[in-house]
């Protein structure tokens, strides 16, 4: 006995519920919900990341620089940061230049990591200095868009510390000048020459491999690059320094002055440090200078007036800074252990700096030492 099975066909029109506009936007809210609960999450995991290679970078540097340190000293050569700490690391790293750059920083600025053997009109050794030394200066677009400069400044020895103010010379003293074709790039081709410099300059790569004897004329090299999101205090690096001052900071150009050094000014810092991690800051007084204008021989406003033009157009200033200190550790310091919030009114035309941080345990009467 068979069983019949019944089928229903279904009709040839199958009339289907499309969704109403208030589901629609429903389902545009929850989405718009999830977007602004992921996204500065996300956005908070990449800055975590970034300060955090950023540490590691910095703190790579250092232990390099310290390797060379104790190098010299076994050697009782003289020794100071002040003549160029990067340089000096990259020996020892390497050539590892990616640890002087901190990935937030998305305009580091080219340093030609090289030494400058330096000899007086009487032919005198007086002593060594580098690309990254504290009066050094980058500066961009000297010789046509995309190019850069380094000066680097001579007569900045024990007898002539501070004699120079590198942004007061309209000359430079030895200039290489080069036109990176990337960024990151590690060796670039150069042409170096003396500008206003009466001494001998032999020029040497970070490794102490010879680049050109006894500067005349123009003399075309390749030369190393460091890409720089750092600058050192030059407080720290005075003889007979004491306590734990920050010796390395996130900075616009290679040298920090808290203080007056020779004839060299001091700084304001809420414009030569940068700010990058921790969130917006919304202090104007930390409203970075560009230091890297094409220009010889000028400098960000004095001390106390607005920046105008000098403000660094590709920096808005956060609350935290890279940090690295004499004793080698780093911290990601907020700006308000570093300076202090003037309020509308200026001491001394600056933010004045927290003196255990940049001067360590010396005593505020106490004029500041010379080099070495």
């Not at 970034?50 to 020794?79: C, F």
């Amino acid at each position: 006995m068979s069983r019949k099975v019944c089928t229903r066909t279904p009709p040839d029109h199958v009339v289907r519920r499309a969704f109403t506009l208030i589901e629609v936007l429903v389902v545009v809210a929850i989405i718009a919900l999830l977007v602004a609960i992921l996204v500065p999450a996300l956005s908070r995991a990449r800055e975590s990341a970034r300060a955090a290679a950023g540490s590691s970078n910095l703190r790579q540097a250092l232990m390099g620089m310290y390797l060379e340190k104790t190098e010299k000293q076994m050697r009782k050569e003289e020794w100071s940061t002040n003549f160029g700490w990067a340089v000096k690391s990259l020996k020892q790293l390497k050539n590892e230049t990616n640890v002087f750059h901190c990935p937030s920083d998305p305009n580091p600025y080219p340093i030609a990591a090289v030494q400058d053997r330096l000899f007086d009109n009487n032919g005198q050794p007086r002593g060594t200095t580098t690309g990254d030394a504290v009066f050094s200066r980058a500066i961009r677009d000297l010789t046509g868009p995309g190019s850069w400069t380094t000066d680097i400044q001579d007569q900045v020895d024990v007898l002539a510390a501070g004699n120079t103010d590198a942004y007061n010379d309209p000359e430079g003293d030895l200039l290489l000048q080069f036109r990176p074709s990337a960024p990151m790039q590690k060796w670039v081709s150069a042409t170096i020459r003396k500008g206003a410099a009466s001494w001998r300059h032999d020029v040497y790569s970070y490794d102490g491999k010879t680049i050109a004897i006894d500067i005349q004329g123009v003399v075309a090299a390749q030369i190393p690059l460091m890409w720089m999101s750092f600058g050192a205090n030059a407080s720290a690096g005075l003889k007979g320094v004491k306590g734990n001052p920050v010796l390395v900071a996130e900075a616009g150009k290679p040298g920090i002055f808290p203080e007056k050094l020779g004839n060299y000014p001091f700084d304001h810092l809420g414009w030569v440090l940068r700010f990058r991690h921790g969130g917006y800051s919304g202090k104007p007084f930390l409203r970075g200078a560009d230091w890297t204008r094409g220009t010889l021989g000028l400098r960000p406003p004095k001390n106390g007036t607005t920046l105008g033009s000098w403000a660094d157009q590709n920096y808005i200033p956060e609350q935290r800074t890279h940090a690295g200190f004499v004793d080698g550790h780093v911290e990601l310091m907020p700006w308000w252990e570093l300076i202090s919030d003037p309020n509308g009114t200026i001491s001394y035309g600056r933010p004045t700096p927290k003196w255990q941080h940049w001067y360590g345990t010396r005593s505020q009467q106490k004029s500041p030492a010379v080099y070495w």
